[in-house]
RNA sequence: GGGUUGGUGGUCUAGUCUGGUUAUGACACCUCCUUGACAUGGAGGAGGCCGGCAGUUCAAAUCUGCCCCAACCCA
């Protein structure tokens, strides 16, 4: 058995043989979960300045893990890993969204039955039975993606505790007059058979038809017979109360102040004037049906008009249609359309394609119903909201205006009872006689009134002793908007009857991350109701996620069949490397999974782990800081001090695809390419020792927010001292500092330029690298690292020229600095040119001064680059500060 | 239809807010090279005039206007 099998066979992070992160990074996820490496210690008392702590959106359960999962949860993890070991304590919890119509469908398929033939405490204890099942599973898949989550701090969306908090909301913003119960039009789904929110409605094109109808003009000497009205929804002709003309409308002016009759039905209904009409469309004159539209509800609000409800909650026509009694809305339609043709009604009809509004979960298209539905009251705080949107730190910046706009554009109040079984019912009772609206109290939470009794023998409203139930149930969003108070712990003090949080530390959160297609409803409504509880904006910041496209750029959906699902990917790939990919794309922009990209990361691990061994083989794990470094070796740990305080400031500002490619190129190009190969040739040399080990040590630590599985196994075999991992894993280290090296930086670039120059020198020539150099002279700032040019690229001698060698040179080109030059002569800038392009120009030397085009040109906004031709022995390399001869 | 964002070599992308003249890097491509870790490596090379048009300016990928294309949000 070879070593390396041993080592894995113990376990034990090792540097034999190539890198394996099959192995590794599974073993690495467990472990971190078992040591509980990422566990917050909640403090009360802790100053909330010193703890970084998310509220993550918690996934639906029951949808399988994809794309978008893995790359917002990535992102939140390097956040997450970064603010760890900058700042010390970071909470990052996770929640399972299991509150809602997708895990009841979920649990009536996976059980096969139907959620009405049991009590709402029974559905719901088997929805989360069988919900436990899918959340192991997306434990276990999270797990595998490396997130530093806090397994300790989960949440459900369904479990007691949130269903209390829920309830607690609804009572601290009914007792604040933030709430509402009105009988009012509601958006309805007719399939659902329940009242939605505007945020669950979307467009859909549909085909449907237009149908012109004539419509007499009632009463004794009309000013005409009849008029025309075009509609796509014919069948609500039995719900119309009123016909509305444009008061700039000439055509139809006549119009105003007569009375209509409403073909086949006959009832007749006023005419009236109402700028809110599309002159536009059709032949300008419309009619007002409660309800087709948004427009018949404010018609019908602004006028006063009487209600006809032609369309009952399940999309049935009713008896107001007559004959058409019991028909669905859809048979109605064709049979009005029908009848109307008959009698001579039906003028035109053609087919179009135009937008309806659906209800999202299931295609149906919306009713406007008047019903009894409790509201939310948010219209009135329209500035509110948007001046704690503008609180809040946006990464990117550009995504707050999809959030003014959104406010900009509400137009209902957020409507929050739903009729539904499952979820989480209202803590509410009323009187049957008086319909007072009985609260629970505070500590009965969570109760059903379903099967719950109400906190009051009698009425104190009219001292009735009968009671009814409300049978709704909340929002989904009216609980999922209160994810930072779950988070931090938020309940009912009742002995200091207030508020309080068991962790406010946390609270306001520090970061919110989201995709940008939720900033409307989700992100908005956890600021509504964090706002109104606790005067608060809930987040300091928020960073949006840009989504995750197919190869070709386009949306990833089952219709089209381009899904890549997650697993695939890292079966073939390491989960390192799908998370270097991941920090490729700036916060905020949708970008394109390409699987060449993973490659690339691929390649970094393999990069890391060999430089690594190579590290552990010229140097002792922990030598000694000598007195003084040589030039090479401070220059080293100087680079690397820019580098980590630039790093620092991008991590800081969520700018990973920044951080991720300085880092890349610094410590491939500079450490491995460069710095590496000089290394080699200064194996005993203490000051080299001293840098290899200090700059290899920060690359890891550097690297570990990105790739934390590789930069584990490679501590773990190195520095790590004994201990529980929870303390001497890499993850849990300080974020590296700047030092304070200094370094001739000049020089160091120039030496580099030099190697540079030597290696093209050697490829032109189609030697080998290490093939024997017999004499170099340099002329050019390299001091102090002589012995580095010379080792590195086999030099035997090396000469240093005090004095420039003997080159002769002649003007090649004039170079303008045109931001200088630009300013101070204007428009003369094109003459300069001119005269410079076709050699009209002197240069003087002893003034200092270029004449051209009739001006005197001060040497601030002029360089001469000279064209060198050496006249000594050998051949010459010339690179931006140096002089190379090779003899 | 309205709004937002974006359109940079074959592909992905930096730079655009703070205009300055040789536009960044990676992948792919071509040539060469086994430097004591890595050939899944190294050294080089070719390849774009920055969606289109017009304008402002001495100067525009960068500012302004219009147009085209794409995505998203809202109708």
Redesign the pocket.
Known sequence: MSTDANARERDEASLEG?YDPEAVESRWQDRWVDAEVYAYDGDPQRDPNTVYSIDTPPPTVSGSLHMGHLYGHTLQDFAARFQRMHDGEVLFPFGYDDNGIASERLTEKELDIRHQDYERREFQKLCREVCTEYEAEFTDKMQGLGCSIDWNNTYKTIEPRVQRISQLSFLDLYEKGREYRKKAPAIWCPDCETAIS??E???D?RHSHFNDIAFEVAGEDPAREEFVISTTRPELIPACVSVFVHPDDDENQDLVGETARVPIFGHEVPIIADDRVDMEKGSGVVMCCTFG??NDIEWYQAHDLPLRVAIDESATMTDLAGDYEGLSTEEAREAIVEDLDDEGYLRDRWEITH?V?VHERCDTSVEFRVSKQWYVEILDHKEEYLEAGQEMDWY????F??YR??IE?L?WDWLISRQRDSGIPFPVWYCTDCDHEIMAEREELPVDPLSDEPPVDSCPECGNDAFEPEEDVFDTWATSSLTPLINAGWDWDADEEEFAMDNPELYPFDLRPQG??I???WLFHTIVKCYEHTGEVPFDATMING?V?D?????M?KSKGNVVAPEAVLSEYPVDAVRFWAA???V?????Y?E??L??G??LL?????????VD??APADPDEPAELEAIDRWLLAELDDAVEELTAHLDAY?F??AR?RL??FF??TF???Y??I?????DNPSTQYALRTAHRTFLELWAPFLPHVTEEIWQALYAEDGKLDETSIHVRDWPAPQGYEADLEAGETAMEVI??L?????????????DLEAVSVYGPVEGFEDAIQ????VRELDVLEEPPEITTEVAAI?????????R??????DI?AGIESGEYEIDDDAGVLRVAGEDLEDDVFEVELERTYSGEGEMLETDSAIVILE
């Not at 905020?588 to 394109?592: K, L, S, V, Y």
């Open positions: 190539g505007q945020v409605m979307e467009d094109e539209d948004q937008a509004q990117p910046e550009k995504m205006s999809r706009h959104w554009g137009e940008h297609d900033i409307s409803f989504h496209l190869e070709n750029r386009e949306k959906s490729s794309a700036a905020g922009d949708d970008f394109p390409q060449k990209d490659t690339a691929e390649k393999r990069k890391l782990w060999n430089a690594s061994k190579l083989s010229l700018e695809a920044k490619d890349r190129t491939w190009n491995c390419d460069d590496l190969e290394a080699k040739e200064r194996e540079s120059a290696r093209r020198y050697k490829s032109e020539n189609q030697l080998p690298l290490n093939a080792n590195v690229m086999h170079d303008l600095d045109y931001s200088t030059l630009g300013p002569y204007g428009s003369k800038v094109g040119d």
